[in-house]
């Protein structure tokens, strides 16, 4: 389990997602590790508490014969959020969800991604309102990949999601927060969880996202890409702690010219 995250009164700094309390702000994939002993390793090392499942590529009881990757990653130590990744229509988003509400005994935590381009992997937004709709209706609490459009992501919330999405750049990229304007004004605007969902690349990028004062990130490339994941995941574990205590310190304002530690006036001599 995530080691609780304290502030520096020692307090807990704890987030909710629908009816459930967090610790660990810093969310994890399972794909693209070379096998899944490296995926638990990587996973452990970076003490997140969500771990999110792409039901079409992932085998989590859908084949009896294959490996499952609940065996390695037990719901019992982790929650186990399913993602509809690989989704190009809102119809598709909507089964995969209710198949994995089938596999995980009732469980209504999801992931919702519905994409528009396969080159780009931007989020068709028209079908992710659509799925939306349906899956909220359908008693789901929907965690939505989202575009970084404060209007769409004001209005996702409004239908009901539980958290918000945005990219910071295109799935996998590594391109960092592209447009953290954009990202800053979802924060200030909304009342429950704002995630950053692909783009980050390396350590900073968690840092900044966090900075802005996020709730969290959301990251998979970046960990299981890197030359040495169990070392990316301890690295990046370490980056959303540090941005989210940089958050709550709050940063000096930003100056044109030398602000002396050490100020001249009053000196003895």
């Known amino acids: 389990m995530a080691i609780p995250?304290?502030?520096?009164?020692?307090?807990?700094?704890?987030?909710r997602i629908g009816n459930r309390e967090f610790r660990s702000r810093l969310l994890v994939g399972t794909g693209k590790y070379k096998d899944f002993d490296e995926t638990n390793a990587a996973i452990t090392a970076s003490r997140a508490e969500i771990v999110t499942v792409a039901i079409r590529r992932t085998n989590i009881g859908q084949d009896p014969g294959e490996p499952n990757l609940l065996d390695y990653l037990s719901p019992d130590r982790f929650t186990i959020l399913p993602n509809t990744a690989g989704c190009f229509t809102a119809k598709d988003a909507v089964r995969t969800c209710r198949l994995a509400r089938e596999l995980l005994d009732g469980h209504t935590l999801v992931k919702l991604e519905v994409l528009g381009d396969e080159k780009t992997l931007f989020p068709d937004i028209t079908a992710t309102l659509e799925a939306t709709e349906t899956l909220?209706?359908?008693?789901?609490?929907?965690?939505?990949?989202?575009?970084?459009d404060p209007i769409i992501a004001r209005r996702l919330?409004?239908?009901?999601?539980?958290s918000?999405?945005?990219?910071?750049?295109?799935?996998?990229?590594?391109l960092g927060i592209r447009n953290p304007y954009n990202i800053l004004t979802i924060v200030e605007n909304a009342s429950v969880p704002i995630l950053v969902d692909a783009g980050v690349g390396t350590a900073s990028d968690a840092a900044i996202a966090m900075e802005l004062g996020c709730d969290g990130v959301l990251m998979n490339t970046a960990i299981a890409g890197a030359r040495d994941p169990v070392l990316m995941?301890?690295?990046?574990?370490?980056?959303?702690?540090?941005?989210?205590e940089a958050f709550l310190a709050g940063r000096i304002p930003r100056k044109r010219f030398a602000s002396a530690s050490s100020p001249l006036d009053g000196t003895f001599f």
Request: net charge negative.
């Open 136 to 148: 909220v209706k359908d008693g789901f609490e929907v965690m939505v990949y989202t575009n970084d």
């Open 233 to 244: 995941a301890s690295a990046m574990r370490k980056a959303v702690e540090a941005g989210r």
């Open 5 to 15: 995250a304290e502030n520096a009164t020692g307090e807990q700094d704890s987030f």
């Open 157 to 162: 919330e409004d239908m009901g999601c539980v």
């Open 164 to 174: 918000v999405m945005p990219l910071a750049a295109p799935i996998g990229s590594g």
